[in-house]
């Protein structure tokens, strides 16, 4: 079957201004031309477009994406460069889903640290005399964290 880049932009709930764009950066090689010169997109072209969505959302750069694309346009040469490319890949993104996830705890945790001021009145009760939060505010929290069941209820502030 083929689509037009219409089709193709609502079926990948994208733009055709965007994909434009993909082939002027050299990302759709793979994409035929009919007659008229107008772009005839293929089933097996879905798989590609979706290897560019999930690189862009992960943060590479076109030149990387294009290199990836040249690569698999190569055919078999590059099996083991594609699976290399895809491994550092991986790596880099488990690291920033660490990182992710660090900053989500902390966000929970001041979460729950508002809303347990807000349900006594006072921040004070988290405190020290001197202002300071109480170094015992985290160990209260983590084992909140530990016996509760969901977050939510731990951390959703009910107004």
């Given at each position: 079957?083929?689509?037009?880049?219409?089709?193709?932009?609502?079926?990948?709930g994208t733009s055709p201004s965007t994909l434009r764009y993909y082939d002027k950066k050299g990302l759709l090689p793979f994409v035929d031309r009919d007659s008229a010169g107008r772009r005839a997109f293929k089933d097996n072209d879905f798989n590609f477009l979706k290897v560019i969505e999930c690189m862009k959302k992960c943060g590479l750069t076109i030149s990387q994406i294009r290199h990836f694309i040249d690569m698999c346009m190569d055919g078999d040469t590059t099996l083991e460069q594609r699976y290399d490319f895809l491994d550092v890949e991986e790596r880099s993104l488990m690291t920033k889903i660490e990182a992710l996830?660090?900053?989500l705890d902390?966000?929970?945790?001041?979460k729950w640290y508002y809303k347990t001021s807000l349900e006594k009145g006072t921040e004070n009760i988290h405190l020290l005399s001197d202002g300071t939060v109480d170094p015992?505010?985290?160990?209260?929290?983590?084992r909140a964290l530990s016996e509760c069941?969901?977050?939510?209820?731990?951390i959703n502030y009910q107004k």
């Open positions: 079957m083929s689509y037009s880049i219409s089709d193709v932009a609502e079926i990948m996830q660090e900053q902390f966000i929970r945790y001041k015992q505010t985290q160990a209260q929290y983590n069941g969901d977050i939510h209820q731990l």
